[in-house]
């Protein structure tokens, strides 16, 4: 047989490949590629250089001849110097093969260079070859590794992808393990962040793994901001290109051409995801300098497409089709390869700038990390004008994709550089967040009046004309020229701020909204509608509006409707966002007890969102409505809208909006007697991962409810002390929630003389504010616990009390737990036929809504049934059961009335009006009556008026006393919340 040609550089390797160290992390994919060559006569290893292709083949290799086909060559054509050479050794291989018959193996690695040869000699061999070689289903077969496929006949593509996080982790342990004998390390926080920030790529982990011998992982960490850097310290073996990251992609890229050179460098802008829209409006155009080498390469609109044709087909960058449009990505490594390379060129501030004002003119069409890093160019770089109206049209893709605080910090440092430009600072460099902490203003003192109602400001009333139509004044419909240069007021002089600074302010409220600080979000929606007024920015007042009534959802839901009724009937379709309002106005519909308006507002929302351009405005506007449909008992309807929702919500990746429609989900799995335990886990862990405390505080809510339903009772008890941790950062309402769950855990455990201390005090907290929904909660809780300690006629009154709420507020399931409550409170009292026809009431209005109740509840039900028919005779009891069925929710609630009998006279803390509340707190902190009257604005004689009612309902008879009885309270309370109380009583 004529010897082989060859070079110094070039390998013909035969049968003595050995397995690669990342064997044991790739049996999947092995496993897969010999079930490949069972019937397919080429196969072509891709990807990305670096990935492990070469390492595959040899595993391959080292197989042996167990599946029949043994590898009878292997060449390694790595240092080929050119296409003619590589013939050469491919000639010599296929005459070596000749002689041999029935199945063989020829392996073919690092191609990349001299495809042209491989390609025709692949085809040539497997179409006929030399004389005598065998290539039918039971012959030749050829496996060949490569960053892109041959593109010849008989070709099967197999990608090679990156590892998996837990078989990275284990390559690089086991690597790390190799580097120095004796020492394994653990698969730590470290390793993963490791393995995740250098994409999982084997040769890149091998590269880190040797680190090891002079660097902890913790230290490896702290140098991977430059992974290009890596190297292969004493190895002294392998190709030269494998000796870093850097030298492996300079490798690659020699077979670009010049068009895809310089696309790969501007993809580098791109921080995520990017579609082919982005590519072709971002990178475009001609080059801002030159190439490196000195040649200027024009990169016309038409070219892009098949440029990052080539560079997906050479695995630089990898596609996912699987959406209504493909998606695009460069792997960090590369990133930073190709952020190099653009910044030797040259370009890296015009495409900043380019992708700054792509973002402006089409907010929608990037990425939230995209806009996020666009704003940080701006805030470093950029104008403050463009960092302004770029951050407030970021803001709802922060929110919805759950980066919360991530852009609220962002909003808060370009609204903090416009303060110190207007402050006279050229650089417009803040000396400190003059925004963020100075929101709080006259301004938003002046939100409410004395008697608790939001103020009608010129402003609020001058949204719409007399017709009840949004004016359309030329100023409001072009808000900023395509400078962006702030508009002029009538003397002509500019005005202090930027004509985005109103929008910013906006924004940020949107965010203090999500995080739970309703005050704030109301001083910020007060300086933003006075600015929009001042430059008649009619669509700034609407929206302006729209956050008002988003704040007052959280304390008063009935001034939270008005508001938002004002900004829908201003904004009319405003798209995209539009329905995003008629959404709040559902739920501001019903946690104000309106079931009506919200079952209207709701199908308002998901009609107008349908015909949008957002998915995620979709996935908002379903969630509303299927927050509405639980509440009014209407369960089929809810699960399909909330499973539309959650679909919407993971396509579009928007974390923050899945995380508000998978704790609704719970929800309804708690209204309908469901336990799962999965998704309630999920929801607190999308909560956490948004790190909203609203978020939070409401996915441990009702994790806590859930498992204290099914009898978990200490699992709930964590759960609630999480939403009372929870609640220090959010409102007075999650504060009662939590505190009133710690309550319903204390009486589920026989301890009712400390539950009432709590459910008393979350009684108080509800009462404070204006949410029915919360109200009736602590009512019905009110009753349980008086039930317990043998008070009967509180716990009556309360039942009828929540029992009426809830009626009102359409809240369906909970208004039959109020009716089985009552029913078994009249059997105990020996009202046997009262209790009989409501307990039949209940019994058939669970059925009918599809809730069933959880085993606990029910064997207390099962109880009650079975008491009425010992009571009972047989046929009475079954008249009256047959009664009760036929009666509907308000029928059976109006039943319920008529043995209600008069109210009681409140006695206790629960019974103290807010008023009372704050004078008792401030009189316990050994105030004088006049001091007491100075900081709430009242008379000494109206301050003894509430003090004499207090010692009347508690019991007392001096200021001594009741220190000791608020000392006594505060103590058994898992946090104070009497400051809280009494901020809410002044500004509600």
């Not at 010049?258 to 579609?275: D, G, I, K, N």
């Not at 739920?587 to 349908?610: F, L, N, P, W």
């Not at 441990?700 to 200490?714: N, P, Q, T, Y």
Request: aromatic share 2%; with cysteine.
């Amino acid at each position: 047989m004529p010897s082989t040609p060859s070079t110094p550089s070039t390998k013909d390797t035969a049968l003595a490949i050995a397995a690669g160290p990342a064997l044991h992390a790739r049996e999947r994919d092995l496993a897969r590629l010999r079930e490949l060559l069972r019937n397919a006569r080429l196969v072509t290893l891709t990807g990305l250089a670096g990935v492990g292709k070469s390492s595959l083949a040899q595993a391959l290799a080292a197989c042996g001849p167990q599946d029949g086909c043994p590898v009878a060559a292997a060449v390694d054509l790595v240092d080929v110097p050119d296409e003619r050479t590589a013939g050469e050794l491919l000639d010599g291989a296929a005459r070596r093969l000749a002689p041999d018959t029935g199945p063989r193996l020829l392996l073919l690695d690092n191609c990349d260079l001299v495809l042209g040869a491989v390609a025709r000699f692949a085809s040539g061999l497997l179409s006929g070859g030399p004389e005598g070689l065998r290539t039918g289903p039971e012959g030749l077969r050829i496996v060949t590794t490569s960053r892109e496929c041959l593109g010849v006949g008989w070709e099967t593509v197999s990608p090679v992808p990156p590892l998996p996080p837990k078989e990275a982790a284990a390559f690089f342990v086991q690597r790390a393990a190799a580097h120095r004998a004796g020492v394994v390390p653990e698969i730590s926080r470290e390793v993963r962040e490791i393995c995740a920030r250098l994409d999982g790529l084997p040769l890149a982990l091998e590269l880190a793994a040797a680190q090891t011998r002079v660097l902890t992982a913790a230290q490896i960490v702290t140098r991977l901001d430059d992974g290009l850097r890596l190297q292969a310290g004493g190895r002294r073996t392998g190709p030269a290109h494998h000796r870093s990251l850097r030298s492996t992609l300079d490798w690659a890229a020699q077979t670009l051409t010049a068009p895809e050179r310089v696309l790969l460098r501007r993809l580098s802008v791109f921080a995520e995801s990017f579609t082919l829209d982005n590519v072709e409006r971002i990178c475009a155009g001609l080059p801002q300098s030159a190439e490196p080498a000195g040649e200027e390469v024009p990169l016309p609109e038409e070219e892009v497409l098949p440029a990052l044709a080539g560079l997906v087909a050479k695995s630089l960058v990898a596609c996912d089709p699987s959406g209504e449009q493909a998606r695009y990505r460069l792997l960090r490594t590369i990133r930073t390869y190709a952020a190099e390379r653009l910044a030797r060129s040259g370009e890296t501030e015009a495409m900043q700038r380019t992708r700054v004002r792509y973002a402006l003119a089409h907010p929608v069409g990037l990425c939230p990390a995209d806009l996020t890093a666009a704003l940080q160019w701006c805030a470093e770089h950029g104008d403050i004008g463009d960092g302004l109206r770029l951050a407030a049209g970021a803001a709802p893709f922060w929110l919805l994709s759950g980066r919360i605080r991530e852009g609220a910090a962002l909003l808060t440092t370009q609204l903090a550089r416009a303060d110190a430009a207007a402050a006279g600072d050229p650089a417009g460099e803040p000396s400190r967040d003059s925004t963020g902490e100075r929101l709080r203003d006259s301004a938003g003192e002046r939100l409410r009046d004395s008697a608790g109602e939001p103020s009608r400001d010129s402003a609020g009333e001058r949204l719409r004309d007399p017709a009840g139509e949004p004016s359309r004044d030329s100023a409001g419909e072009r808000l900023r020229d395509s400078a962006g240069e702030p508009s002029r007021d009538s003397a002509g002089e500019p005005p202090r701020h930027p004509a985005g600074y109103a929008r910013a302010l906006l924004a940020r409220g949107m965010f203090d909204c999500v995080l739970g600080r309703p005050d704030a979000a109301l001083a910020t929606a007060e300086s933003a509608r006075e600015r929009c007024a001042r430059d008649q920015d009619v669509r700034g007042q609407a929206w302006a509006e729209a956050l008002t009534g988003a704040a007052l959802l959280h304390t008063d839901p009935q001034a939270a409707a008005c508001r938002i009724d004002r900004a829908a009937a201003a904004l009319g379709a405003d798209p995209p966002w539009a329905p995003v309002v008629t959404a709040l106005r559902a739920m501001a519909a019903a946690e104000a007890g309106q079931a009506e308006a919200a079952r209207e507002a709701a199908a308002a929302a998901v009609s107008a969102a349908r015909g949008g351009p957002l998915p995620t405005v979709l996935a908002v506007a379903l969630s509303a409505a299927g927050r509405v449909a639980r509440q009014q008992g209407r369960f089929d309807e809810a699960r399909t809208a909330l499973e539309e929702a959650e679909a919407l919500a993971a396509e579009s990746a928007a974390r923050g909006a899945l995380a508000l429609i998978v704790a609704e989900a719970c929800r309804l799995d708690l209204d309908t007697g469901t336990h799962e335990e999965e998704r309630l886990e999920r929801a607190a862990a999308l909560a956490a991962e948004v790190d909203a405390p609203l978020l939070a505080a409401a996915a441990m809510d009702v994790a806590g409810r859930s498992r204290l339903a099914h009898g978990r009772k200490e699992a709930a008890r964590k759960a609630f002390a999480q939403v009372t941790a929870v609640s220090r950062e959010t409102t007075a309402a999650q504060a009662a929630a939590g505190i009133l769950g710690l309550g319903e855990v204390a009486l589920a455990a026989g301890s009712a003389g400390a539950a009432w201390t709590l459910i008393e005090e979350a009684h108080a907290i509800a009462r404070a504010g204006a949410r029915p929904v919360l109200l009736a909660r602590t009512e019905q809780a009110v009753g349980d616990c008086a039930r317990a300690l043998g008070d009967a006629a509180r716990a009556w009154s309360a039942y009828h009390q929540a029992l009426g709420l809830r009626v009102q507020a359409g809240l369906s399931v909970a208004a039959v737990e109020s009716l089985e409550a009552l029913a078994s409170l009249a059997l105990e009292q020996d009202r046997t036929e009262y209790g009989v026809r409501l307990l039949a009431a209940a019994s058939e209005l669970r059925a009918t809504l599809g809730s069933r109740l959880p085993g606990p509840a029910r064997g207390r039900c099962d109880a009650d049934r079975a008491h009425a028919m010992a009571a009972l005779p047989t046929e009475r009891f079954a008249e009256l059961w047959a009664e009760g069925r036929r009666l509907s929710l308000r029928e059976a609630a109006a039943y319920a009335g008529r043995l209600r009998g008069p109210r009681r006279r409140g006695v206790g803390w629960v019974s103290l009006t807010p008023a009372e509340r704050q004078v008792a707190d401030l009189a316990a902190e050994g105030l004088t009556n006049r001091e007491i009257g100075d900081r709430l604005f009242s008379s000494p004689r109206t301050v003894q008026a509430h003090l004499s009612h207090v010692f009347a309902k508690l019991g007392i008879s001096s200021r001594r006393m009741l220190a000791e009885q608020i000392a006594v309270r505060n103590r058994q309370l898992p946090l104070r919340h009497g400051s809280r109380v009494r901020e809410s009583g002044r500004t509600r």
